[in-house]
């Protein structure tokens, strides 16, 4: 199996397809690269095909009246991006942009709707990513909605130590900065936090590592509380 097959097979959005239906995937899939910060889509540009990350990251993000960028979603390799207008035949609602040199799967739209209509379990894994990012979503919003930076940054790191598989550490995968931007902050704030929560012994921050020294701590700030003064 060589590289772009792999990477397909792997994709949360392909998983369990035969390789019969992995081959006609690769055939309709085509490579492009992109530089660091250079876009790969823009907001309302034509939905023409949606993309899997086969190496680097690309964030989603919305940018206000003011200028202010709000970042979405951090995509990483196999997680795939824009798939939404290609079931409904819009443009893209966001923008998508790489955080560092990053390699794409491209899929275009109408050869893929092709392949979906012989091939119905496609569809389906495609059904199944849409319903987890919109929990997802839903979760970020109630978040930026509802709690205090402290408890914004205490459910993100949880989240990533289920993501990494590892309940006491976990990487940062973005720069602080952008960070700031997911969890709708200001850099200077998020600063101030990480700071509080290594006094109280909740982490450790090391760079980008972060140790997760208080979990149960660090759980109960993310469900109901805020930091003390």
């Known amino acids: ?35 660091r910060n250079a876009p790969v889509f ?11 990350v086969a190496a680097g990251r690309v964030k989603v993000f919305k940018v206000s009246a003011e200028g202010k960028e709000q970042i979405l979603h951090i995509y990483g390799p196999g997680q795939p991006i824009g798939e939404v207008p290609v079931f409904a035949g819009q443009n893209f609602p ?24 012989a ?12 319903s987890m990012r919109l929990r997802q979503f839903t979760k970020q919003i109630e978040s930026l909605s509802l709690k205090e930076v402290p408890g914004r940054l205490a459910s993100y790191l949880i989240y990533l130590s289920e993501e990494q598989e590892n309940r ?6 973005i720069s602080k900065g952008q960070l700031a931007s997911l969890l709708g902050t200001i850099p200077e704030t998020l600063s101030r936090i990480f700071s509080k929560m290594s ?9 980008s ?14 469900e109901n509380g805020r930091l003390s003064e």
Do not use: C
């Open 199 to 207: 006094v109280y012994g909740y982490i450790e921050v090391q760079g």
């Open 94 to 117: 966001a923008n998508a942009q790489a955080v560092e040199k990053s390699h794409l799967l491209f899929f275009p739209r109408q050869a893929f709707i092709d392949l979906i209509t």
């Open 42 to 52: 823009w907001e309302g540009d034509e939905g023409s095909g949606f993309y899997i």
């Open 168 to 173: 006491m550490s976990v990487r940062l995968p």
């Open 119 to 130: 091939n119905p379990s496609v569809a389906l894994n495609m059904l199944a990513i849409l």
């Open 209 to 222: 590592e972060v140790q997760l020294k208080d979990r149960t701590a660090l759980e109960d700030l993310a």
């Open 1 to 35: 199996m060589n590289a772009t097959l792999a990477l397909i097979a792997r994709s949360p959005l392909f998983g369990g397809l035969s390789e019969q239906q992995l081959d006609q995937l690769e055939r309709i899939g085509r490579e492009v690269h992109f530089e």
